[in-house]
């Protein structure tokens, strides 16, 4: 797909989109890699302009460069951000209580801490950034080393095949201790994120490292050595 066609798609489908105001969003396309510029209102927004676009078909990278910028009455105070966020995380039951811990900077969020698995560490981001005042998430939270000695290669295995939209064909996944590796291709962004939290949803997992291409390609076997 020509670069030019890519934006007009990437365009089309922001203007669809309802909670967005896509006059404020400037896209540009690289070799299929998606710059997007402008400002939104909340990071809520930033966040949800990124996923729109990724779901486009073609889209190959996505470099976000947009503004969050708050109206006077949603502008909060650092500390304030901190509190809210802290109680935030406390009233999800995923969340290990006192685990994490909060530093807001002119808006600006960073965690820190160690939990248990990777879905506790998006859990928290995803909590905070739905907050007002929030204008960027910086995840610097750990997972500590797991105990679990389930075999891992079937659970990643299971898992690729639990998501219908991954052809798991196409994906070949080996391990080496804690780390995999994820080589092979798919059809577009959405199924590069789907492959990559069916692999960090496997226990053991701590470092996944994405060598995935966007487009067609050979089959290749599904779960590789370790």
Known sequence: MKDMDLRRDVMD?????????AASIGVAVVDGVVTLTGHVPS???????EKVVGRVNGVRGIAQEIDVRYPGAGRLADDEIAKRALKIMRWDATLPDKAIKVTVDKGLVSLSGEVASEFQRDAAEREVSRMGGVTGVVNRI?????????DIRKKIKDALKRHAEVEADTIRVSRVGDKVTLEGSVDNWDERIAVRNANWSAPGIRIVEDRLR????ALVDDVGPG
């Open 13 to 21: 489908e922001l203007e669809l989109e309802p909670r967005l105001n």
């Open 214 to 217: 966007i487009g067609p390609a």
């Open 43 to 49: 990071y809520s927004e930033k966040l949800a302009i």
């Open 142 to 150: 750990t997972i500590e080393h797991p105990t679990d000695t389930t």
